[in-house]
C-alpha cells in the first residue's frame, strides 16, 4: 500500500482516542444502577433494545473492529 506509512503514524492517536472512548463509556455504565439495565430505549436501526442488549451489541461490534485490526498488515 502506497500510503502505509500513514496508517502506522496514526494509529498511536487513534487508539489512544479509542481507548478514551472506552474508558468513558466503562465510566459511566459502572454508575448505570442495576435497576437500569432492562430499561428499553430505541435503536434507529435495531428497534427497542434494553440498556443491556445495546451493551452486549456494542461489545461484539467492537470485537468485530478487534478481528479486523489483528488481520491488518502495515
Do not use: C, Y
Amino acid at each position: 500500500m502506497k500510503f502505509r506509512w500513514i496508517r502506522f503514524a496514526l494509529a498511536p492517536a487513534a487508539f489512544a482516542q479509542l481507548e478514551q472512548a472506552v474508558a468513558e463509556v466503562t465510566h459511566l455504565l459502572k454508575e448505570l444502577p442495576d435497576s437500569s439495565w432492562g430499561r428499553p430505549g430505541q435503536h434507529p436501526s435495531a428497534g427497542r433494545r434494553s440498556i443491556k442488549q445495546q451493551v452486549r451489541g456494542m461489545a461484539n461490534h467492537f470485537n468485530e473492529h478487534v478481528t479486523q485490526l489483528e488481520g491488518m498488515r502495515i
